[in-house]
């Protein structure tokens, strides 16, 4: 298990993204606000040409955590537990640019 901690700046804000690896998963933690008010998992099914995701805390009206979590799973092909916290919906982009680099940096390293 490794924790992985940045800080980048967003559409003028300052923002935090804490990583925890695990064994072919991943935790995704990004603010700029220190809570967790919504998380969700995805994954790629065994198939591996559909994502199954969850939404496992927060309100049904927010799909923000959910959104990267699919898209991370898709994209990389492993599990994703993904909670986003954060006011400012500019800052979504640059976070999920910054994300997708992160990781296929990472998964460039590991072939």
């Known amino acids: 298990m490794e924790v992985e901690q940045y800080e980048t700046v967003c ?3 300052t923002v935090h993204i804490y990583l925890l690896s695990m064994n072919s998963s991943y935790f995704v933690w ?4 220190p809570n967790i ?3 969700a998992v995805s994954m790629k099914t065994r198939s591996d040409s559909e994502t199954v995701s969850t939404r496992l805390l927060g309100s049904q009206s927010s799909a923000v955590s959910l959104n990267v979590a699919q898209k991370l799973a898709h994209k990389f092909k492993a599990q994703f537990f993904v909670s986003c ?3 400012d919906p500019f800052i979504l982009p640059q976070v999920e640019s910054w994300l997708l680099k992160h990781f296929h ?3 460039q390293l590991l072939t």
């Open 105 to 107: 940096h990472r998964e």
């Open 85 to 87: 916290s954060f006011s």
């Open 11 to 13: 559409a003028g804000k």
């Open 30 to 33: 990004i603010g700029n606000e």
């Open 37 to 39: 008010k919504e998380m």
